[in-house]
């Protein structure tokens, strides 16, 4: 099977987010990436004026059927940002149309508290709601989860709900959950963030820390990008939260050090040969099997 890992998402020119964080993380583990752009900008959505933005229209599906017309096959997928709702049904139907397994991972990047991002249609929820049947991880938000599952949100979603909004995921075809931005303890839910890992096979599992005093665009990208090449190479979605989570951790005080532009992304770079080293070791361990 091609070590080739199919990237839906969009393509900022400048910060790491995004496919710009996909891309180099998933490298670095020793996939190729093919990456499909549902949206070209010059810049992410927030906090830089004068976006350019190039809409990729027709040559989404154009471009997705053209490496279907080479038989090119993909050890797995990751979905991101979709421009239009109308994306994701052509990836919808390229899923059903391949005739092999590949584990897909889907980040269902369309809203954040309680609400739907400005420009993202009424429709996304529905469509989320038809992707999720593909899903071997789904990777969302408090919000995008209540959204795709019809469960109500509200400002005091906590523990008691997250099994619950989990439980509608993997009703829909997920084989696992990981709710992100949750806490585990009601007394400490301003001082803790984290994942909440759901299947029905394993026990549910926290995996929270320390809330910083600040933040970095593009935290989620790095987060999913890390969690599918653990899992791409057989972790189990726990152990694949714990890693990520710990790199998100070092990347954030490398950020810090630095003194990082928030708008930027987080400086994960000094994290890459670590993370490439252990994955050369996890990879000669999986060729000794």
Wanted: hydrophobic share 40%.
């Amino acid at each position: 099977m091609s070590e080739h890992v199919l990237v839906i998402n969009d393509m900022p020119g400048l910060a790491k987010v995004a496919g710009m964080s996909n891309l180099p993380l998933l490298e670095a583990a020793q996939f190729e990436v093919a990456l499909l752009p549902t949206l070209i900008l010059s810049t992410h959505t927030m906090g830089y004026p004068g976006l350019v933005k190039h809409y990729l229209n027709e040559s989404f599906d154009e471009i997705l059927n053209h490496w279907k017309e080479l038989d090119t096959t993909f050890c797995g997928t990751l979905t991101g940002y979709f421009a239009d709702s109308k994306q994701i049904t052509t990836v919808i139907d390229y899923l059903e149309s391949i005739d092999y397994d590949m584990p897909v991972v889907i980040d269902p990047i369309m809203a954040d508290f309680g609400k739907l991002y400005a420009g993202f249609s009424e429709d996304f929820p529905e469509k989320f709601r038809k992707l999720v049947k593909y899903a071997d991880v789904i990777v969302p938000n408090l919000t995008e989860a209540c959204l795709i599952t019809d469960y109500p949100y509200s400002d005091d979603l906590g523990p008691k709900d997250y099994p619950v909004i989990a439980q509608r995921l993997v009703d829909l075809g997920a084989k696992h959950v990981v709710l992100t931005s949750v806490y585990q303890d009601e007394e400490n839910k301003d001082q803790e963030t984290g994942y909440y890992v759901y299947s029905e096979k394993t026990e549910p599992y926290f995996h929270v820390h320390a809330k910083e005093d600040t933040w970095f665009k593009g935290i989620g990208d790095i987060s999913v990008s890390l969690i599918t090449a653990y899992y791409l190479l057989g972790e189990t979605v726990k152990d694949a939260v714990i890693k990520s989570s710990d790199y998100i951790e070092q990347s954030i005080q490398h950020s810090l050090h630095v003194k990082r532009d928030k708008k930027l992304g987080i400086y994960f770079e000094p994290i890459i040969p670590q993370f490439a080293q252990e994955i050369d070791q996890l990879r000669k361990q999986l060729d000794n099997n």
